[in-house]
């Protein structure tokens, strides 16, 4: 799959300003509708055939729960050479090289299906669950179908990769299928982020991200995600490795330890701030 790609000097410093500025930029079209095509039919086949390693339905289900039928798939490259293609394809490589200023490790693969009527994943940060020491993780979220609010699209707070990693709470795993989430000082600060197939997200390992349900009764919301951690980085949780260089080959990092100071949101004169107050008693392996 892998394409001779070169992102233009002025569009790749376009780029690189609204994800300094807002924590995540969209790029439209990066894969085209033919590749898209494959992809989705190749996952959806994958599916079909059966359980595979890292499979995951979420919390609480009931036997009706949509994602029973239809669970997320993850690190599917250590098996797939379709998505290990993907994972460290050189338009992915150009553009976070363009946003970090070096070429990135690759970590993780994940699909999600979200067929019609499944839950949504309460907000997040993705650095609480890799734990890229020095720097911060990036994803790149991959649109298989045209994604918008009724089918659940990707939901982003703006600015909130200035933040430090937020202590989670419980979230409400009948609208998530995901069970912590993070506190808001603004309820409503999350906006949605609709896409088209082949449009790929990146976004900052601190940004506060997540999904409400799908609420429509026809249409999935299939998305193609990796996650890479900054080309600097010594450190990553145990289940990211091995990591990958761009070109494939893996190569050796230490094992970053899970909990640790997080963030509580503190009223100051100049409004909240996430002080570096409280301690993470919850560990994940991933999520």
């Known amino acids: 799959m892998s394409v001779s790609y070169k992102v233009e000097e002025q569009t790749a410093a376009a780029y690189k300003e609204e994800f300094d500025s807002a924590g995540y930029t969209l790029v439209r079209g990066l894969f085209g509708a033919d590749e898209v095509d494959r992809l989705r039919d190749h996952y959806m086949e994958l599916r079909h055939r059966g359980a595979h390693p890292g499979d995951f339905a979420g919390l609480q289900g009931d036997s009706r729960d949509p994602l029973r039928r239809y669970p997320r798939m993850a690190q599917m490259h250590r098996w797939d050479d379709a998505s290990l293609r993907w994972m460290i394809d050189a338009r992915l490589d150009q553009v976070m090289t363009a946003l970090l200023g ?68 419980k979230a409400d795993t009948k609208v998530s299928f995901t069970d912590v989430t993070v506190p808001l000082p603004e309820p409503d600060a999350a906006v949605p982020i609709e896409m088209e197939p082949g449009d790929v997200l990146f976004f900052h390992g601190a940004l506060v991200h997540g999904s409400a349900p799908n609420v429509t009764t026809d249409r999935f919301r299939r998305a193609l995600i990796g996650h890479y951690i900054e080309g600097e980085a010594e450190r990553v949780a145990q289940y990211y490795h091995p990591a990958l260089r761009m070109d494939g080959n893996p190569l050796e990092l230490e094992v970053a330890e899970g909990g640790g100071a997080c963030g509580e949101w503190t009223d100051t004169p100049d409004g909240p701030v996430a002080l570096m107050t409280g301690t993470q008693t919850i560990t994940r392996k991933h999520e």
């Not at 669950?129 to 990707?154: F, H, S």
């Open 102 to 169: 070096r070429s990135p490790y690759a970590v993780q693969t994940m699909i999600y299906f979200k067929p019609p009527g499944s839950r949504g994943q309460a907000l997040h940060q993705d650095n609480f669950y890799l734990k890229a020491e020095p720097g911060t993780c990036v994803a790149a979220w991959m649109a298989l179908d045209r994604v918008d609010q009724a089918n659940g699209c990707l939901e982003v707070v703006p600015g909130s990769h200035r933040w430090p990693i937020l202590c989670t709470e």
